[in-house]
């Protein structure tokens, strides 16, 4: 009766399509409906039932894990019908988790071997698309014998589940890879075609331990005419052939045969592929395979313009030239229609982008995000950023230029890059000194802007201009202009975790105020009115170039020295803004003041001042009752600060001159331990620092926690100048307290702990870079005279193909330049820049086809014993030798000599001796006894076997040789 | 290796999914939406080819076909050749269009099953095993009728039966 009213799988698709209810709704009900009718006796519904729901499953994501088991059942019927409909669940659904998967392992081998060939091929499916470890283990022998059949139908279906079986079951190469290898050399197209599909797989994950095969596989490049088969060809070769100099050597030549004579463009892009990848070192292929790569780019079809684009990428970092050759498509192809064409020539651009050309091609780029979409502007954004910091910058010279261009992404309306462009401004600042004016500038025009505000993807940048302008307020060419900046109303539209630095700007701005207009004070109390002119702006200056913390004891020596050195285009031009700046707004109160030097120093008057501390009082007022700890805190350390010294600094209108300097000593000392407190450089800490830092032998971290306060207080004794340890960019005034503590006791060393002191400070030597090495490291860039072709820098109306004439060619450069800034760098730095060693992964699949192949092809034994030689010392003491092979193990290791080598090469050969019997027992189609010759045994040796490798990797440099595998004659 | 195989319409209702990695029910349905917002967002003239790292991982490829109202996907890794994937993109729907006589988007609608045993004749395990679609189509056909074959006894009992009840 069910069956009556049963629909069947046509049905139910009219059913979702007619879509009388809602579909979701359709397809739940139908489900319930397929619940009740798998749990059927009768075998044509429940796989009805069962084919609805691989349907449903495949198409609109229903679960059907709970009808495994019905699968099964399904999967066991002896009509074809409910068997391809039971697979197809089966294979569908599982996975290594499903329960019910031990279940299938009869059915798949009574199916394996059936007469009927449909049937092996549903069962070969199934093992190839769901086969584990059990399933792979013990199908093992089925597979084998189903590799030697009469039916290409099976044969070809059999070499592809081999993949299946090696993949999950290692053990079975030792089984299966002689008759794999024989088909190699098939007469039959379809067989050949799947086992060097095979092998293509198999280089792919492991490439060395094939390199044997070589020969076959040349023996195909030669000789087949099947565009597919010479396409997997080629993709195992350009593996090898990165291996073994001599097999790209032998093989170069015919590939550029095949490149000359294809019509096939697939398999064309193969061959240029191939070279360009793996057979760059031979000048000929590349130029041929360059001229293929030109036909495709002006071709019509974007397929191929698309991959040529790709193939000069692939080429790129090693042949520039072809890329050069090829920039006017390049560059074409920026404004294709084509997403990805667009894509792929933006990166060949940025390959392009060397010292001499990056601000032209930022240039061009930064116009043409202007009218991009926002994706792909930001793409562009992406790429200029990445490619200009790559290696700390080292495209880099001009870093003014370079402030400016990031200054101006922040103004591309769809710049969404904020986090990099934080990253990089912070990071510059901290690494380059000389850009600093330049960037406080930028950052400033960044901070009073406040249209940037309302664009929450700028946040984290204005983030980091307001820590730029705080921490090197000293180049700020109007601290009160910067002051409002940082205090407008707009503000509020900030995280609190960003809007905690700016207060903290705040604060920095506050005291440089402060203290900038105390020295003036103090200035003119003084008598020697004359000197007034320099020595303010001197010992100003002073602070900024001074490296040292130590601002006070270094102040008359630098004032002397440093005049000479500091770069006097920052002094004239920073007091030339100013008396443009501030003529609107500055109280010019003196009439005496006429050269610019004295107007600057005048800005700092006593009115500027007050009115500087009305607004700070005014803004952070409201902060310090903030929901956020950050925001209040920060508030209430600035509004402190005010409060201790405003009475002494504000009201000198009440005292007399005398008075005024006595009373005011207390407020400057104050105002004077808090600049230098900010004037302590922060330095850019290696992200690996605090790794590379080990634990001292008598420290216990979670012990004496008091003492650490001394220590830590010592830490940052300035034995090494600008780094600091704990010091983080935006946690300073922590360390207010502390660098006061230093400075005071700075001459006392702590007695407590002088041990550990001193230890540190080793550490400190050798994991922060001090400032004489960090000047060593500047040795490396080119010297101060290095060409930079500024006159291209004006040209604003920049062509796309002028720039390729004019830029991209080698072209002389100017001699007048400006000297590359020195760019800190941190062993960290190096660590990650330096490309990764490839790991060794202990492969156990690529360890027993090595062991096959050396087998099959005979190692000379010197490499054996050589091999085994580095393996005896560590595997000593755990040998559990059975002597009974002890006989053959000398015949099969004839240079052996040393008793001490005899047990682990004899175990070895044991091992191979293990691997040939199988493989006999195998060829004489033996597969009941393989069984109980015992999986113990088997799986003891492949253990041992994985053993082996991993001592042979870890004394890997020894074994270079040793592991090289055989290279045929015809090579040689 | 291919990785993945799906059909689906214009509207980005899927046809046919297969996975030769297993992937979750859940995970399928992702990998084809977001695979459709791709796809939809491509103009006609543009290239055939997609980088599908951001949606398969890295590697791996996609490659596509527009026909009428269909778009045919292939997803693989580098140790296929584009074009050569789109060569068997041809290969596939022209074995549906000689198995069908003149294909559309309701042929594969309602042949959900046949659908998979042609796929399953020129994918295997996601290693290409046959590329001429006479050969294909051998199979199918004899597969087809093993398959009638063994289910002629049942169909004839449930008609009978349907008979009966009526």
Known sequence: METLFQRDLDDLIKGIRQQQIKESLFISKAIEEIRREIKSTDLPTKSAALQKLSYLSSLHGADMSFAAFHAVEVMSSPQFFYKKIGYHAVTQSFNDDTPVILLITNQLRKDLNSSNQFEVSLALECLSRIGNVDLARDLTPEVFTLLSSSKVFIKKKAIAVVLRVFEKYPDAVRVCFKRLVENLESSEPVILSAVVGVFCELCLKDPRSYLPLA????KILVDSKNNWLLIKVLKIFAKLATLEPRLAKRVVEPICELMRRTEAKSLLFECIRTVLSSLSEYESAVKLAVVKVREFLVDDDPNLKYLGLQALSIIAPKHLWAVLENKDFVIKSLSDGDYNIKLESLRLLMSMVSESNVAEISRVLINYALKSDPEFCNQILGSILSTCCRNLYEVIVDFDWYASLLGEMVRIPHCQKGEEIEHQIIDIAMRVKDVRPALVHVCRNLLIDPALLGNPFLHRILSAAAWV??????????????????????????????????????????????HSYLLHKENISSVNTDNLASEVPESV??????????FATSEAPASSEQHDSFNPRNINQSFGDLSIENGGDATVSNGQASTSASLGRNSFTHESIVNLFNIVELALGPLSRSHDVEIQERARNVLGFTDLIEQEILNPVVQGEENLARAETEASRVVKLMCDAFSEELGPVSTSAQDRVPVPDGLLLKENLADLETICGDIQLPLSSSFSLSSTPLGEAVDISRTNLQSKDETEPSHESTSLLAEHRKRHGLYYLASEKSEGASNDYPPANDPMSQDKLNDDAEDLLKLTEQSLAPKKKPNQAKPRPVVLKLDGDEISIAAKKPELKGDLL??????????????????????????????????????????ETKENVPGEKMPDHVNTSSRRSKHRSHGKERRQKGQGKDGEEKEDNGQKEKRKSNHHR???KAHQRADEPLNVVAQTPVIPDFLL | MIKSVMVMNTQGKPRLAKFYDFQPVEKQQELIRSVFGVLCGRADNVSNFVEADSIFGPGTRLVYKHFATLYF?????????????????????????????????LDIVYNYSKLHTILDEIIFGGQVLETSSIEVIKAVEEISKLESASNAIALVSKSVSGWRSR
């Open chain 1, 541 to 550: 200056f002073a602070r900024m170039s001074c490296e040292n913390s130590d």
């Open chain 2, 73 to 105: 996907v292939f997803i693989f890794d580098s140790s296929e050749n584009e074009l050569a994937m789109l060569d068997l993109i041809q290969v596939f729907v022209e074995t549906l269009d000689k198995c069908f006589k003149n294909v559309c988007e």
């Open chain 1, 215 to 218: 020969p076959e596989f040349y």
């Open chain 1, 469 to 514: 302008s705080g921490e090197y307020v000293e180049f700020s060419r109007n601290p009160f202009e910067l002051m409002e900046a940082l205090l407008q109303p707009r503000t509020n539209l900030l995280l609190p975790s960003i809007r905690a630095v700016y207060v903290q700007s705040v604060f920095k701005v506050l005291i440089f105020c402060a």
């Open chain 1, 846 to 887: 690529s360890g027993v086809v090595q062991d096959v192949l050396l087998g099959n092809d005979g190692v000379p034994s010197s490499s054996r014993s050589n091999r085994s030689e580095n393996l005896s010392g560590k595997s000593k003491g755990k040998e559990k030798l059975s002597t009974d092979l002890s006989l």
């Open chain 1, 946 to 948: 994985g053993k082996h």
